[in-house]
C-alpha cells in the first residue's frame, strides 16, 4: 500500500511539474512570440513610414537589440537558479514576462509621441529578454531532473512543444485579427489585445508555478553545499568551459533554424513572396501545429536511439535540402505550405532533442548556470539576429534565396560541434561530472561517474 502510495504522490508531482514548466513556458512564448507575428504592424505604429523597409528593418533591430541582454539575463539567472532553486527562477520570470509584455500593449504610437515609442519599446523588450533568458532552460531543467531516465527525452520535449504551441496561439491570434479588423482599426488598436492578455495569462501561469518543487537531485546538493563552500559562478564555468562551448556550437542551428522558421517566415511570405498578411500568418499556422506534434514524436526518438545521432541528422537534413525546399517554396503557395511544412520538420529533428542534451550535459551544481549560458549566448548572436540578417541578405545579395545560405551556414557549425560531443541519455543526471568524460570513447560503454 505504501509502494503505491509513494507512485501515485510521485505521479501527481510530475504532473504538477510538467503543467508548471510546460503551461507556463507556453504563456510566456505566447507573449514573446506575438512581436514577431505583428512585426509588420507594429513598424507602421513605432516608426516614420517614410521608407517602410527601413521601419521594418528598424523593427527587427529592436528585435535583435533585446537578445543582447539574454547572456547577462542567462549568468544572473543561471547563478541564482543553481543556488535557490529552479522553481523561484521560474516564478519571478513568470512575472516579468507579463509584465512588460503587458507595458508594449499600453505605449502610445510614433505618431503621439515621437522617438519615445520606439524607445520604450526597446526597454520593454529588453526586460522580455532578460525574462526569457532564465525561462527555456529552468522549464527544461524542472522536468529533466524530474523525469524517469528512460521519458526524459519525451518529458523535455514538451519544452519546446509549448513553445511552439505559446507561438501557434499567437499565430492564430494575429490572424483572427486581421480576418476580422480592418487595416486602420489593427493599426489603431487591435494589435494592442495580444499584448494586454499577457497579464490575465500571466496570472494563470503564476498558479500553476506556485504548485511546483525543486527535484530531489538538487534539493540534495543544496543539503551538500549547506555543509561545504558553493560553488561560484566564475569557477562553475571554468569547470564546464569545454561543454559551454560545444553547447554553444550545437545551439547556434537551432537559434537560427527557428527564429527564420518559426518566426521570421510571416514577413518573408508577405515581403518576398507577395503573400498578403493573413495568408502567411495561416501558412505559418499550419506549420506550427505540425511542429507541436512532431516535437514529442522526436523526443520518443531519442529515447530509443540517443541525442547525438538525432541531432547530427538535423545538421545533415539542412545541409543537404534547405535551398531545395527554398526553391520549392518560391513555386506557389501550394508548394509553400508544403516547404514550410518540411523545413519544421527538420528542425524538429533539431529542437525535440536540444533541451534535453543541454540538460544533461552539465553537473547539477551548474546546470542551470552552463544551460542558461550557452543558450542565451547563442540564441544572442544567432537567434535575435536571424530576422534581421535575413532581411539584410535579400537586400543585398538581391537573392530570395538568401536565408537558405545562412540556415545551411549554421547547420555547418553545429555539425562540427556536435563531433566533438559524447552520447549521454543513459545516465543518469546524478552521475555526470564536469571533470570526467560521461562516455568512455574507447569502449562506447558508460563509464560510472562521482556524483557532484
Known amino acids: 500500500m505504501t509502494a503505491i502510495t509513494n507512485e501515485t504522490t510521485k505521479n501527481k508531482d510530475l504532473k504538477q511539474i510538467l503543467v508548471g514548466s510546460a503551461f507556463g513556458n507556453m504563456i510566456e512564448w505566447f507573449d514573446y512570440a506575438s512581436y514577431g507575428y505583428l512585426a509588420t504592424i507594429i513598424a507602421a505604429v513605432f516608426f516614420s513610414q517614410e521608407d517602410k523597409t527601413a521601419a521594418l528593418l528598424s523593427t527587427f533591430a529592436i528585435f535583435a537589440i533585446s537578445f543582447l541582454i539574454r547572456p547577462i539575463g542567462g549568468l544572473v539567472w543561471g547563478h541564482y537558479g543553481d543556488r535557490i532553486g529552479r522553481r523561484k527562477v521560474l516564478i519571478l520570470t513568470m512575472c516579468l514576462m507579463s509584465i512588460s509584455t503587458f507595458a508594449i500593449g499600453l505605449i502610445p504610437s510614433y505618431a503621439t509621441i515621437g522617438i519615445f515609442a520606439p524607445i520604450l519599446l526597446l526597454l520593454c523588450r529588453m526586460v522580455q529578454g532578460f525574462s526569457a533568458s532564465g525561462e527555456y532552460a529552468g522549464s527544461s531543467l524542472m522536468i529533466a531532473e524530474h523525469a524517469p531516465k528512460k521519458k526524459r527525452g519525451l518529458l523535455v520535449s514538451l519544452v519546446p512543444a509549448s513553445t511552439a504551441a505559446g507561438m501557434l496561439l499567437g499565430a492564430i491570434f494575429a490572424a483572427t485579427l ?201 540564441n544572442a548572436i544567432f537567434g535575435g539576429t536571424a530576422p534581421y540578417v535575413a532581411t539584410f541578405l535579400i537586400a543585398f545579395t538581391g537573392s530570395n534565396f538568401a536565408p537558405a545560405f545562412y540556415l545551411i551556414f549554421a547547420a555547418v557549425i553545429a555539425l562540427i560541434a556536435l563531433m566533438k560531443t559524447t552520447e549521454t541519455s543513459t545516465l543518469s543526471l546524478s552521475e555526470i561530472n564536469p571533470e570526467s568524460q560521461p562516455l568512455d570513447t574507447r569502449s562506447g560503454e558508460l563509464r560510472e561517474s562521482q556524483s557532484v
Open 178 to 378: 486581421e480576418y476580422t479588423l480592418t487595416e486602420e482599426a489593427l493599426i489603431s488598436w487591435g494589435w494592442r489585445i495580444p499584448f494586454l492578455m499577457s497579464l490575465p495569462l500571466g496570472i494563470i501561469g503564476l498558479v500553476t508555478r506556485l504548485k511546483m518543487e525543486d527535484s530531489p537531485i538538487f534539493t540534495k546538493l543544496v543539503e551538500a553545499q549547506s555543509k561545504t563552500k558553493q560553488v561560484g559562478i566564475m569557477e562553475g564555468i571554468q569547470k564546464n568551459r569545454k561543454s559551454i562551448f560545444l553547447a554553444f556550437g550545437v545551439i547556434c542551428l537551432n537559434a537560427v533554424g527557428f527564429y527564420i522558421i518559426l518566426s521570421y517566415m510571416p514577413t518573408y511570405l508577405t515581403t518576398v513572396l507577395d503573400f498578403d498578411s493573413l495568408k502567411s500568418t495561416l501558412t505559418t499556422t499550419f506549420t506550427l501545429f505540425a511542429y507541436v506534434i512532431m516535437l514529442p514524436l522526436v523526443g520518443i526518438l531519442t529515447d530509443r536511439v540517443g541525442r547525438k545521432p538525432v541531432l547530427i541528422a538535423a545538421c545533415i537534413l539542412f545541409i543537404l535540402f534547405t535551398y531545395p525546399i527554398f526553391t520549392l517554396m518560391s513555386m506557389g503557395s501550394g508548394f509553400t505550405v508544403i516547404s514550410m511544412i518540411l523545413l519544421g520538420a527538420i528542425l524538429a529533428c533539431n529542437d525535440g532533442v536540444l533541451a534535453t542534451f543541454l540538460s544533461e550535459i552539465f553537473p547539477t551544481n551548474a546546470r542551470y548556470s552552463g544551460f542558461a549560458l550557452s543558450f542565451n549566448a547563442g
